[in-house]
């Protein structure tokens, strides 16, 4: 990009979670390709963060690729009131057939956070006919679900992510997120919050949303899978509709396919994107079962009142058709543990150091727990000169890459976070916020 356009940009274009003011640096990109991003001044960075979790089989997929071109030569898009089209068909078949049992239908809509909308207003709306006085959600602690008004009121108070639109977003119930870690043995008085606060609030509580095992905006945190089971038999105990979000989670990035499988639970509704499409082109969708629609079409208004401009764009859905397609490609489980194992050797020791709070790998994430908070832009400007793109964010450095990154890309990337912590050790590195 030239000068100007770049003076332009920094002064006019916003960028996520910055201020105009003082915004901090960015990097030119103008090609991408499998786990690697190119810059304008010609150098190449590893994507270990997949792009924000979204480019799971890589940038430019050609399977993918395939899939789109066709799709744009033929309709890129058609509006979908009164109109069905073979991906949309094509897309909910799979995916009601990979999901967990039950989530038999589909709501197609355009990201991550709309999908959240989408299934707080279809658990208000079952509601409006069970039990007409639940109109308020119940979330974790350390939760993100997306930063609209709904999803932002589900999303971890104490976060920041919404503090500065307290009184706009509407008020919800809080409870503890799981003590209990993955790999920990389950102790089964961690769900008594749970079953304490749905008997408390139960004529308050339309819904009860999590990130099923791991929590990812909030801290990259790993809980045990039982507990999606007490909240699985806990709300359908108290009629309150059970949404997991499995919009960081899906699509194997944590060594199952969905998170919800690790417990063999089926919620009421499913929400998807990121990995969705393969992190071509933004999408998402909510899976629901017999339960929504039946609540859903006996309520007064009888039908969904949600209906997105691009819903079941075609091309975006070409291109979760080809995302699926090239999972089906190469075997995606031995990947993700293959990288697992490799971010295990190369990062647990890193626990040693005065500086680290713990290390943790489940399936193809990497996390490093640090004691403070840390300093992004300074540790980003340290790994971006080793030719590494990571994002740092709170007291969380971590590895989450493409599925098909090199095992020399990947020991790249630790090797840089191994050497920025060293570097913080010697006191060469201000790493940690001051
Ligand atoms: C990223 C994310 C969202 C929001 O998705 P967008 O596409 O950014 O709107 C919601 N929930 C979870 C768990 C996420 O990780």
Redo the contacts with the bound molecule.
């Keep these: 990009m030239n000068n100007f356009l770049q003076n332009f940009a920094r002064e006019h274009v916003w960028h996520p979670y910055d201020s105009l003011e003082s915004p901090i640096p960015v990097l030119d990109a103008v090609r991408t390709a499998g786990a690697r991003i190119t810059l304008g001044d010609g150098r190449e960075l590893i994507d270990g963060v997949s792009s924000?979790?979204?480019v799971c089989h890589g940038h430019g997929n050609p399977i993918i690729i395939s899939e789109m071109e066709k799709q744009l030569r033929s309709m890129s898009h058609v509006m979908f009131a009164g109109i069905i089209h073979e991906p949309a068909a094509e897309l909910a078949r799979k995916l009601s057939e990979i999901t967990p049992p039950g989530l038999s239908d589909v709501f197609y809509a355009?990201?991550?956070?709309?999908?959240?909308e989408i299934a707080l207003k279809m658990a208000v709306q079952y509601q409006s006919v069970r039990n007409p006085s639940r109109k308020r959600f119940l979330a974790l602690r350390g939760?993100?679900?997306?930063?609209?008004l709904g999803?932002m009121s589900v999303t971890d108070p104490g976060s920041g992510f919404s503090s500065p639109y307290t009184g706009y977003a509407p008020e919800q119930f809080f409870i503890s997120r799981p003590g209990i870690k993955f790999g920990e043995k389950w102790e089964p008085g961690v769900s008594d919050e749970l079953r304490d606060t749905l008997e408390r609030y139960q004529d308050e509580i339309a819904g009860f949303i999590l990130?099923p095992v791991m929590?990812?905006?909030g801290g990259m945190y790993f809980y045990h899978p039982e507990y999606l089971k007490a909240a699985r038999k806990l709300t359908a105990e108290y009629d309150v509709i059970l949404i997991c979000?499995?919009?960081?989670?899906g699509f194997g990035r944590l060594g199952e396919l969905f998170a919800s499988n690790f417990a063999g639970i089926s919620p009421d509704i499913m929400?998807l994107?990121?990995g969705l499409t393969g992190g071509m082109i933004?999408l998402?969708a909510v899976m629901t079962g017999r339960k929504i629609r039946e609540g859903i079409g006996y309520s007064s208004a009888r039908v969904m009142m949600h209906g997105p401009t691009f819903m079941a764009n075609p091309l975006a859905l070409s291109a979760a058709l080809g995302s699926l397609r090239a999972l089906g490609s190469y075997d995606w489980q031995a990947r993700v543990h293959h990288i697992g194992d490799l971010l295990r050797r190369e990062l647990c020791d890193l626990a040693a150091s005065p500086l680290v709070q713990e290390v943790r790998v489940l399936g193809a994430v990497g996390v490093v727990e640090m004691k403070r908070q840390v300093d992004t832009v300074v540790m980003q400007r340290f790994l971006t000169d080793e030719g590494v793109w990571l994002r740092p964010f709170g007291n969380i450095i971590y590895i989450y890459p493409p599925f098909v990154i090199s095992d020399e890309d990947l020991l790249k990337c630790s090797g840089s976070v191994r050497k920025l912590i060293a570097g913080m050790e010697r006191g060469e590195i201000a790493g940690f916020r001051a």
Aim: glycine share 16%; proline share 0%; hydrophobic share 30%.
């Design positions: 924000w979790w979204s355009d990201s991550g956070s709309v999908a959240v939760g993100y679900h997306g930063d609209t999803a990130e929590q990812g905006a979000d499995e919009i960081a989670t929400t994107g990121k933004s998402s």
